[in-house]
């Protein structure tokens, strides 16, 4: 690739890319059509990101990012980490780390969340993560957001851990990096449930805020964590949808 194709790419905004690379692409399930036009287009390590824990009351914010080896073949089942179980992600995430060409996470703590909010804490975890992949990555594919902060041409994908094998897989090592964290930090702070819950708002998790208080793991400004503002309505609320476990 020349360097005027390089820097020329570089200034693309997502318009450009979607018209340069991936006008005609119609893609409706996992694999890596993205991944193959952008290596078709010259480029040589490119990472899918993405994020998870955005929706936890407590613990970070983790990302990852992932350049996936096409030479190789897919982990059987790979899959966005929320359609697979415990057991199925930490077996996939294995193989994705011995089959990818580099893998880095990122990370961003309940302090920093509160102060600059959840969305900007994803994105500079998702920042961290690609910022230490080595060799570094030349092109990102991002499950729905744009990484500013970034010189590195780049794709958001909305939906995109359903839709590229990358971005899949880098959610797979993201889940699995934080859910294992979380576990660890239950002997610490045994009154919550993180070690079932990994943070998420659980039963177990509210009755621990109400009765003990939140801990230095959680999001002080996430609806109902502090007592002062733990009313049924605000439980209710903030209970997400189970996870696959």
């Given at each position: ?14 318009s450009?890319l979607?018209v340069?690379?991936?006008a ?112 570094a ?38 889940k ?57 309505t ?12």
């Amino acid at each position: 690739m020349s360097d005027a194709k390089v820097n020329e790419s570089e200034n693309a905004n997502d318009s450009d890319l979607r018209v340069s690379l991936f006008a005609d692409l119609k893609v409706t399930r996992l694999g890596r059509v993205y991944e193959k036009q952008a290596y078709a287009a010259g480029y040589k390590f490119v990472a899918g990101v993405d994020e998870v824990g955005r929706g936890c009351l407590a613990g970070p914010v983790v990302a990852a990012a992932c350049i996936l080896d096409l030479s190789k073949p897919l982990p059987k089942g790979l899959n966005d980490s929320k359609q697979l179980t415990k057991l199925q992600r930490e077996e996939i995430a294995e193989k994705l780390k011995q089959r990818c060409l580099a893998y880095a996470v990122g990370q961003v703590e309940a302090e920093e969340i509160d102060q600059i909010n959840i969305l900007q804490a994803s994105i500079k975890a998702m920042h961290i993560a690609v910022e230490a992949l080595r060799p570094a990555a030349d092109f990102l594919l991002i499950d729905a957001v744009r990484i500013r902060q970034s010189p590195l041409p780049q794709m958001p994908i909305i939906g995109g851990d359903g839709l590229s094998a990358s971005i899949a897989a880098a959610s797979v090592i993201a889940k699995t990096f934080r859910d294992a964290l979380m576990r660890t930090y239950h002997e610490q702070y045994p009154n919550y449930g993180f070690s079932e819950n990994v943070g998420y708002g659980t039963r177990k998790h509210w009755d621990g805020l109400e009765k003990h208080g939140p801990c230095e793991l959680h999001r002080k400004t996430f609806r109902g964590v502090m007592p002062t503002n733990v009313d049924n309505t605000a439980v209710e609320a903030a209970i997400p949808e189970p996870e696959a476990s």
